[in-house]
């Protein structure tokens, strides 16, 4: 997950300090690795560390997952040879250093409520307390993440997610009720706070739509507590996001036997980055593609799947292809991840935003992040102070 010492010497020394900025300006939330890098170089490992988080109050961890599809790709030295690893050296950079001093405004008088600490809430409790407000924050679950949480320690080991938020949380602006649930936005609007952040993120799984579709188990079930379920046949895994992978390199990892994944689209439509791809070939993964579930039965401890083939008609719509259903025996386990949608609708009201996933849709962390950093941003403007 980190860089040796060798390698990260090796990435530093590729920035060729670019006065545009490219790697900067392809950032969500406009960290600029070109700075950091600078310092790095010159071994200023805390003032590195510090222009990452003034843009970015969780570094490490989006440095441990951010896809390549940002600063890698908006990289000068893709035309040269190959992009500098970015996230890695972030990542390293930030393991290097234990404690920094955030920069806070002082309290500015005004206080907001924030609802949900996935990253988008981490985002915006960041930046409201370096804005100088105070904050409640709320969180149903008993411990901050989101999403997060989902991810396999193998991408993104939990001390490192709590050791970003600790340092976020040490602020005596910030107080947060944990395994609280906010049902009811008016018991909230009725109290002295500016505004309410609303950041709960896609907490509806997307279904099949298929008959059977209770025989499998939720990604979200499933990444929250893997050791739950004994692995060691047949393994299909339906969708073929970030979510879905995750779910075959954990399955592939806890010794199954035969891990499949089931994509209606082609491998070159999957939203995977080409460090995923070689990762579920390094696991011995096998990519079904163009194929879709139709049903799913369960005979004693096995399931039976029904599967028709896909194909793209002259509109660009995915239709099935006649003829081509079959009928797969003898999987032990089938997951399915197909991504989720918020659980609830918008309320209209001038002292409620909204930020992240809840508005955008699935995005990755770091989009996330900016998103709750946004919201913060709007409101004190809206402020006018």
């Known amino acids: 997950m980190y860089l040796s010492e060798v390698q990260f010497k090796a990435e530093l020394e590729k920035c060729l300090q670019c006065k545009t900025k490219p790697c900067m300006t392809a950032c969500p939330v406009k960290c600029s690795p070109c700075d950091f890098i600078r310092y ?16 970015n109050p969780m570094g490490e961890v989006c440095g441990l997952i951010c896809p390549d599809k940002f600063c890698m790709k908006a990289c000068v030295r893709t035309n040269i040879d190959a992009p500098i690893k970015i996230p890695a050296v972030q990542a390293t950079i930030m393991r290097k250093v234990n404690k920094i ?44 993440g989101g999403a997060l949480n989902l991810i396999p320690d193998e991408r993104l080991p939990k001390e490192v997610l709590l050791k970003e938020w600790q340092r976020i949380s040490e602020n005596p602006c910030l107080k947060v009720y944990f395994s609280t649930e906010i049902s009811d936005y008016n018991s909230l609007l009725n109290q002295d706070y500016e505004a309410i952040v609303v950041a709960l993120g ?65 491998i070159s439509n999957m939203r995977i980055t080409a460090a995923e791809r070689d990762a579920l070939l390094g696991a011995e993964v096998d990519i079904t ?41 003898n999987i032990d386990l089938i997951i399915t991840a197909l991504g989720s949608d918020r659980a609830e609708e918008p309320v209209e009201n001038a002292k409620i935003i909204y930020a992240g996933d809840f508005i955008t849709g699935g995005s990755t962390a770091v989009q996330a992040i900016a998103s709750g950093k946004k919201t913060i941003t709007e409101l004190v403007e809206k402020l006018n102070f």
């Open 101 to 144: 001093r955030i920069d806070y405004k002082p309290y500015n008088g005004k206080k907001i409520a924030i609802v949900g600490l996935g990253p988008a809430g981490i985002g915006a409790v960041a930046e409201a307390l370096k804005q100088g407000f105070s904050v409640d924050a709320f969180e149903k679950e008993d411990s901050v």
């Open 40 to 55: 790095a170089k010159n071994g200023d490992f805390i003032r590195a560390a510090g222009e990452i988080l003034q843009q």
């Open 289 to 329: 593609t163009m194929t879709k579930p139709l049903k799913i039965e369960k005979s004693g401890d096995r399931l039976i799947i029904d599967t028709i083939k896909t194909e793209f008609d002259e509109q660009d719509k995915l239709v099935e292809v006649a003829g081509t259903q079959i009928r797969r025996n």
């Open 202 to 266: 896609e907490q509806k799984s997307r279904k099949l739509g298929v008959e059977g579709e209770q025989f499998a188990i939720d990604y979200t079930e499933y990444l929250k507590n893997p050791q739950k379920y004994v692995i060691s046949g047949h393994v299909m895994i339906v969708g073929g996001g970030a979510a879905a992978v995750d779910c075959a390199l954990t399955a592939a990892r806890q010794g199954a036997k035969h891990t499949e994944m089931l994509v209606r689209r082609g």
